[in-house]
Nanobody, 126 residues
Framework: QLRLVESGGGSVQAGGSLRLSCQAS????????MGWFRQPPGQEREGVAT???????TYAESVKGRFTISKDNAKNILHLQMNNLKPEDTAMYFC????????????????????WGKGTQVTVSS
């Protein structure tokens, strides 16, 4: 079992920054796909950034150059640094992990599988 708890969401103006954190507990002694997904109001959940089991990051085109995903392995915390935020970044952000998948995480992870946190809201105003 794996438990994921997100924090760090909030409301900012366009151009601002936020740092999301995801505390993992439980099955944390192995490496597997982990990442951040988001669900804008009225839309489907989409991938934002993921880490393969070897630490290789992958980003959605819409956030490249603005968001950075990282993991503190000692503390089992997954971070998402979000800079130059835009109104279209407004969404509920979810932390996810899939212990059955190791690579190509952004493409292969999906809401039907793995472990998911309850989400943290990010609102960007213009």
């Amino acid at each position: 079992q794996l438990r994921l708890v997100e924090s760090g969401g909030g409301s900012v103006q366009a151009g601002g920054s936020l740092r999301l954190s995801c505390q993992a507990s439980g099955y944390t002694h192995e490496s597997y796909c982990m990442g951040w997904f988001r669900q804008p109001p009225g839309q489907e959940r989409e991938g934002v950034a993921t880490l393969d089991e070897d630490g290789t990051p992958t980003y959605a085109e819409s956030v490249k150059g603005r968001f950075t995903i990282s993991k503190d392995n000692a503390k089992n915390i997954l971070h998402l640094q979000m800079n130059n935020l835009k109104p279209e970044d407004t969404a509920m952000y979810f932390c996810a992990a899939d212990i059955e998948r190791l690579r190509d995480c952004l493409r292969r992870m999906n809401p039907r599988d793995g472990y998911w946190g309850k989400g943290t809201q990010v609102t960007v105003s213009s």
